[in-house]
Structures are given as C-alpha cells and as structure tokens.
C-alpha cells in the first residue's frame, strides 16, 4: 500500500473502513479457499472501544488480505479502492460525452438503440451503494467510456459531425472571493456615501 492510501484510508468513516475490509477479507478467502490471517484484526476491531485502535486494526486486516493476494493475477481488481462517489463521478462523466455524442448523432437507428440502452444502464447506476460500487463496476463504466470512442470514429468515419464537450473556465475559489469582497464593500461604500448626502 502507499502513503497516498494510507492517507485516504484515515480519512474514511469506520462503518466504511469495517466494509472494505470485510469485502477484501471475504474476496482473498474465495480466491485462496482458505481463512485469511487478516480476520484476527477485524476481530480486535470488533472488541476495541477506541475509534483509533479500531481503525488500526480496520486497515491492517485489508493490508493483510491484500498483501496475501498481490501474488495472484486473478486478484488485482481487489486492489482498487472504489468508493461510491468514484462511480457516480466516472458514471456522469460518461453520460455527458453519450449526450454530446447524441447533439448530432440522434436519427441514426444504431445509434439510437445504443443511447436507449445507455439511458437504462445509467438509470439503474445512477445512484450508486458500497454493494455496487466494486471494481467490476468501475471496469464496465471504463469499457462503456472505451465504445463510446469507437462509436465517436465510427460516426465520424459516417460524415457525422462530433461536437467537443463544453469547456467550462475553470473556477478560481480565492479570485470569486476577493470579487464578493470588493463588491461588498463597495455596496458599504455606496450606501455609507448616500446616508452622509442625506443629512
């Protein structure tokens, strides 16, 4: 593991951190057909009274069981921390390139019944659970993202014109500040002037 999921792991609420483990823990047992080490931690877990003694204990059970597997390829889907978020984030993402993709692409029959079943896939995924939100999960979304490419050629290769997704400005949350804080002022000012011309 490195520093930068250590880090990602301490930020996490214990209900999650109990759930990663579990799933890890769960998923070594299945690929190795055998009890995992990594159970004598989620059981001090579970007896531990203090919060930060219990994430310890958390952490080390998914180190364990994900260091038990690091050797089997078949394993290397476990490795990724997938939260829920991570889904819908990729899952949006995804739907807004089909819905610039569909400006110009709609009418074509193929395509068509490809976006209906795009809209059936995104309606079911939309809001997603730590039950869904697995690495299959992810993997799917990334192999929708890798189609949706080769529709956009295929198009292309067709005579439809692809439309390049909107840019918006970046934000820049110190600039928007400082422009709420110079307006303000001078409003105060403003309104300061008009009560001194009025005496």
Do not use: C
Request: avoid cysteine; charged fraction near 30%; proline fraction near 5%.
């Amino acid at each position: 593991m490195t520093g930068a999921e250590y880090a990602a792991l301490n930020r996490w609420a214990l209900d999650d951190l109990r759930s990663l483990a579990s799933v890890q823990i769960a998923g070594a047992s299945r690929l190795l057909n055998r009890p995992l080490d990594a159970q004598v931690h989620m059981d001090l877990a579970e007896q531990a009274a203090d919060p930060a003694l219990r994430r310890r204990h958390y952490i080390a059970a998914y180190r364990e069981a994900r260091f038990e597997l690091e050797h089997l390829p078949a394993a290397n889907g476990l490795f990724e921390i997938v939260l829920p978020k991570d889904i819908k984030n990729e899952l949006d993402a995804l739907k807004a390139s089909v819905e610039v993709v569909n400006q110009t692409a709609k009418g074509k029959p193929a395509w068509d019944a490809h976006y209906q079943e795009f809209q059936q896939y995104y309606e079911r995924n939309k809001d997603p659970g730590w039950l869904s939100s697995s690495y299959a999960t992810i993997t799917n979304i990334r192999e929708r993202a890798q189609r949706l490419e080769d529709w956009k050629k295929q198009l292309a290769a067709e005579g439809v014109k692809i439309l390049d997704p909107e840019k918006r400005p970046a934000t820049n949350p110190v600039k928007d500040t400082l422009d709420s804080a110079t307006l303000a002022i001078g409003v105060g000012l403003g309104a300061l002037l008009l009560l001194r011309s009025d005496k």
